[in-house]
């Protein structure tokens, strides 16, 4: 601010010389010119992939290239893919100037969050499959490695927490073979860090009586969290009451708000159906949250071992595709990703909301 000050003195007369100082702000601070700058804001959208063979081992060395993409059906320019989990492709990291403005996707440790959520039941045709799989839930661990971090949940007639994140994954086998089924889970304080408990503690499960609200709960508290999570959905299900005959039964108002939450956190949910049953009314639940989320469903009462190994494999890692926006209006659009040039199956989330 400059300030513009004139002194005038009077002549003539007997009395003392006056000084008179008007002194005239220029610029007052209520009028103060704003500076000028100059801004540029560059948006993209990242999508989580998963490219597997039909064991659900990951297809490494992929390039932006080898995806097709398309946004409310738009095709949208793939930038840059990064891979993110315990082996680099073929062809490296992406350059570090790629990321330099997108740290919340840069591969930094832990690498990946997994979220192990026990929806337990003690009727028959569902508990054999049940401790089946808890029993071997070693086998869902060997994809991921020292950097990653896990946490494990549970459901029965209310929502549990057992682990917040750890890289210990000795402790994370004890308590799914030996202590989700058997006993009740300790007092757990927020971990240093990154911390799931911090955002969900075991007083609201207590009060969490739809396993959709306990989805949609998980969602929301892994949203502030960095990067790409999975979750896997160990159950029997849920959805409508009544047999389900076609694939266009509709789940209600809750499973959308889990969906939701799921989606803006970026958790791909996997299902293993423990029911020991070819067909069912409950699986509508896992296979639909699956397949929108960007994993995968299993059925488990034939190939236990194949299925919890496809899991495995798939957690091991995945690529994060940077996209240009599409030129559409606001609203929810659907997402399709295309492998190119090669075969494998592709995993990413069903929509995106402009």
């Known amino acids: 601010m400059t300030r513009l000050c004139l002194a005038v003195v009077p002549r003539g007369g007997v009395a003392p010389a006056i000084m008179v100082v008007l002194c005239v702000v220029a610029g007052l601070e209520a009028q103060q010119q704003q500076q000028r700058v100059e801004r540029v804001d560059v948006s993209r959208v990242l999508i989580d992939v998963r490219v597997i063979d039909g064991t659900g081992r990951p297809i490494l060395g992929l390039e932006p290239d080898d995806f097709h993409v398309r946004i409310g059906g738009q095709p949208v320019l793939v930038e840059s893919a990064l891979w993110v989990g315990g082996a680099a492709p073929r062809s490296g990291p992406i350059p570090s100037t790629v990321l330099a403005d997108r740290p919340e996707a840069a591969p930094a440790a832990p690498s990946q969050l997994v979220v192990f959520l026990v929806q337990k039941s003690l009727e028959h045709d569902r508990l054999i499959g049940l401790l089946r799989i808890l029993q071997e839930s070693e086998r869902l661990l060997s994809g991921l490695t020292p950097g990653d971090r896990v946490a494990v949940l549970s459901f029965d007639s209310h929502l549990k927490i057992w682990l917040d994140f750890t890289g210990d994954l000795d402790r994370v086998r004890t308590v799914l073979a030996d202590e989700v089924m058997f006993r009740k889970p300790a007092a757990i304080a927020p971990g240093r860090g990154l911390s799931l408990v911090s955002r969900l503690s075991q007083e609201v499960g207590r009060k969490t009586y739809a396993i959709e609200d306990a989805l949609r709960l998980l969602g929301e508290a892994l949203e502030s969290l960095p990067g790409p999570k999975s979750v896997v959905l160990i159950g029997y299900g849920f959805g409508p009451a009544m047999p389900s005959i076609t694939v266009t039964s509709v789940l209600d108002e809750s499973y959308a708000e889990a969906r939701a939450a799921l989606h ?20 509508l639940g896992l296979e639909t949250v699956a397949v929108e989320t960007g994993g995968f469903f299993a059925r488990t009462h034939l190939n236990a071992r ?14 994060v595709l940077f996209t240009e926006p599409p030129d559409v209006e606001p609203g929810t659009h659907r997402i399709e990703v295309e492998l190119l040039r090669q075969e494998g199956i592709v995993l990413a989330r069903s929509s995106y909301v402009e």
């Open 264 to 283: 803006a956190a970026r958790a791909a949910v996997f299902s293993l159906d423990v029911t020991d049953a070819d067909v069912h009314t409950f699986e």
């Open 306 to 319: 194949g299925a919890m190994d496809r899991v495995g494999h798939a957690l091991a890692g995945h690529y």
